[in-house]
């Protein structure tokens, strides 16, 4: 059994910062990859960025160089440094992850960027 606990969610303002975390326990493979995916009201679920054990790094090219993605593996934790963010970036964010074919999920934490 995995648990993906997310925190750090919120309403910020346009031009702000927030950073996400997300605690992973349980049962899991060490090589594994984490990651984040978002779903706005009405559009899909899609990839922000992830991030392998060995430090591999994708981005979704709507937030390449203002979200950085990082991990502790002592801690089995993922984090999310989103600056510069846009209303656009509002939306439910998802930590995942990711082994041995099979993708777990967390709960989701809400972001809005809003005046």
């Known amino acids: 059994q995995v648990q993906l606990v997310e925190s750090g969610g919120g309403l910020v303002q346009p031009g702000g910062s927030l950073r996400l975390s997300c605690a992973a326990s349980g049962s899991f493979f060490s090589i594994n990859v984490m990651g984040w995916y978002r779903q706005a009201p009405g559009k899909e679920r899609e990839l922000v960025a992830r991030i392998t054990t060995r430090g591999r790094i994708n981005y979704a090219d709507s937030v390449k160089g203002r979200f950085i993605i990082s991990r502790d593996n002592t801690k089995n934790t993922v984090y999310l440094q989103m600056n510069s963010l846009k209303p656009e970036d509002t939306a439910v964010y998802y930590c995942?992850?990711?082994?041995?074919?099979?993708?777990?999920w967390g709960q989701g934490t809400q972001v809005t960027v809003s005046s």
């Open positions: 995942t992850l990711g082994f041995a074919n099979h993708d777990y």
